[in-house]
């Protein structure tokens, strides 16, 4: 079975210090990435999604960049955070358009 | 055309009462219509789906009800328990579209 794993859980960063999210799928190849991030009590906004290694489509317009070295690794980084980066991210997988797994999340708390 | 729209915002139900959440959309080629469920702190996990095809799914207490004319959609939650609390997202996908979601909706069950 296809399982998604998403780390760190939980991080507190300051102003201006790098950001590094790592997700890994398993149990499938080839798979459809995404990373969406959603603001305390709101909805999931779509930041980044993958269709294959090196290619990466950005949704949103931000100091946030995605990569994918690996047909199963998708990263999401920042070379320097800011306040409003705060919140929990979420990356997802899915081999079809239909429906999207997602991991457990990852908290950023930026101070 | 883009756009799922999902009411209410926040649902606050008596424990056994009847839990009902509204989504509509625009886009004709949408063909696939998922809800998610996300507990606090947890990534949204596939609850139910449905297709055009059918005016009604049901899974135990959870029921999809599709009204293709309106371009409308609705998860009802019958025996509401404290246990279903949660966020409940809409989303929708069809033809070369990515999935996109509803604004989600905050589920208060009381006991």
């Known amino acids: 079975s296809q399982t998604i794993h998403q780390w760190p859980a939980t991080l507190v960063q300051p102003v201006g210090s790098p950001l590094s999210l790592e997700c890994t799928v398993e149990g499938t190849s080839n798979p459809n990435l995404y990373w969406y991030r959603q603001a305390a009590g709101r909805g999931l906004q779509l930041l980044f999604y993958?269709?294959?290694?090196?290619?990466i489509s950005s949704e949103v317009p931000q100091n946030l960049s995605a990569s994918r070295p690996q047909d199963r690794q998708f990263i999401l980084s920042s070379k320097k955070l800011l306040l409003s980066d705060s919140g929990f991210y979420l990356c997802a997988w899915t081999q079809s358009l239909n429906t999207i797994y997602f991991g457990e999340g990852s908290w950023l708390t930026v101070v | 055309q883009q756009q799922v729209k999902q009411s209410p915002q926040s649902l606050i139900v008596q424990k056994g009462g009847i839990s009902i959440i509204n989504c509509a959309y625009e886009n004709t080629a949408f063909d696939y219509f998922p809800w998610y469920q996300q507990f606090p702190g947890k990534g949204p996990a596939l609850l139910i789906a449905i297709r055009p095809d059918v005016s009604e799914k049901k899974e135990g207490r959870f029921t999809i009800s599709f009204n293709k004319s309106a371009k409308q959609f609705s998860l009802h939650i019958m025996d509401s328990q404290p246990g279903d609390s949660a966020t409940y997202f809409c989303?929708?996908?069809?033809?070369?579209?990515?999935?996109?979601f509803g604004k989600g909706t905050k589920l208060t069950v009381n006991p």
């Open positions: 989303a929708a996908t069809g033809g070369s579209e990515k999935l996109v």
């Open positions: 993958s269709v294959g290694i090196g290619q």
